[in-house]
């Protein structure tokens, strides 16, 4: 591993104990109260998981086109991550829904999209995993449409009726609010690029120990 990895980890570590006292310290939201601060960590996830999945499909696209093995490996691992991070978008948004709305869950256009996007990514890994020769490139296809559902995610609340807020809510969030919201988003993205840079150095590692096999049998 890279020498930057261990410090940067150490650094992730202690801004993600750090994140409770600035999440604490920021004021009450004056209808739902302290509920509303799983909001720190549900956007954060919300957003590492719609970015995650542009990695995977940026990164299988051009593995498709070039047929770069190291971009495979890449795509790869940021499925693995959109696995991660959407099943912690699709926990802490009922909880917080119950409390706040009295609803775990609506078919409404958002959580129906985000919901598709996670299971995009879980058929990426079957079928990696599954569907023998062939299966890296159909997990590609799989890839870029998870890719283009991401803006359409995003855009959803906008356009369509939901119990979401609107994309124009968080610039407008009181100061102290904000920053909580900006160190947990720095947060998660710190912990996205160390898992990242992990998972992918785990893939070469695993590529060049095949290969070793396979130099033995020749």
């Not at 591993?1 to 150490?10: E, N, S, T």
């Not at 202690?14 to 009450?28: C, E, K, Q």
């Not at 998981?49 to 940026?58: P, T």
């Not at 102290?176 to 990242?196: E, H, I, N, P, Q």
């Amino acid at each position: 591993m890279p020498k930057w990895f261990m410090p940067l980890a150490g650094l992730c570590a202690v801004m993600f104990a750090a994140s409770p006292f600035l999440i604490a310290n920021a004021d009450y939201e004056s209808t739902m109260g302290l509920v509303q601060k799983i909001f720190y960590y549900h956007l954060p996830s919300a957003w590492i998981f719609l970015l995650s999945a542009i990695v995977c499909g940026i990164a299988s696209a051009r593995f498709l086109f070039r047929g770069s093995p190291r971009q495979d490996r890449l795509a790869y691992a940021a499925a693995e991550l959109t696995v991660l991070f959407g099943a912690i978008v699709l926990v802490t948004g009922p909880l917080w829904a119950r409390k706040a709305w009295g609803v775990w869950w609506q078919w409404d256009v958002r959580l129906t999209s985000s919901l598709m996007g996670w299971m995009v990514a879980w058929a990426y890994l079957l079928v990696r995993k599954y569907g023998g020769p062939g299966s890296d490139k159909l997990a590609a296809g799989l890839a870029l449409f998870g890719m283009a559902n991401v803006p359409f995610v995003y855009v959803s609340v906008n356009y369509w009726r939901t119990i979401h807020p609107a994309t124009t809510v968080v610039p407008t969030l009181p100061v102290d609010m904000g920053l909580a919201l900006w160190f947990s988003v720095a947060c998660f993205l710190l912990l996205f690029v160390l898992l990242l840079r992990l998972r992918v150095h785990l893939e070469e590692q695993r590529a060049r120990l095949d290969a070793l096999y396979l130099s033995l049998d020749e």
